[in-house]
């Protein structure tokens, strides 16, 4: 099971940092992506990160501003996201890759991903 949480209102430029939350499996075992989802829109990759952690993916819209990590004392991995812009706006979600680690080019596709978080909503607005 995986529960994301952590978003909230926040002005262009501001951070916010979502958190994932593990548990029923072997969090180890495991890449966990985060996706992000706008109105009438399809579900995008934001980013990646492998098990250890030694390897992170970002789309391209995203790198440079927000950057993954994961605590595996607390089977959580985060999302810090710094310089928002409203496009970022979104329902983000974390979710479990079908592996340690991602083949180049399979992480930001969803179907290679088989447990899903619930979301929590991003709005970047003034």
């Known amino acids: 099971q995986l529960q994301a949480s952590g978003g909230g209102l926040v002005q262009p430029g501001g951070s916010l940092r979502l958190s994932c939350a593990a548990s029923g499996f072997s969090f180890d075992n495991y890449a966990i992506g985060w996706f992000r989802q706008a109105p009438g829109k399809g579900r995008e990759g934001v980013s990646c990160i492998s098990s250890p952690g030694g390897r992170t993916f970002y789309s391209g819209s995203v790198k440079g501003r927000f950057t993954v990590s994961r605590e595996k004392a607390k089977d959580t991995v985060y999302l810090q996201m710094n310089s928002l812009k409203p496009e970022d706006t979104a329902v983000y979600y974390c979710?479990?890759?079908?592996?340690?680690?991602?083949?180049?080019?399979?992480?930001?596709?969803?179907?290679?991903?088989?447990?899903w978080g619930q979301g929590t909503q991003v709005t970047v607005s003034s």
């Open positions: 979710a479990r890759f079908s592996g340690s680690y991602p083949i180049v080019g399979t992480w930001a596709n969803p179907l290679q991903y088989d447990s």
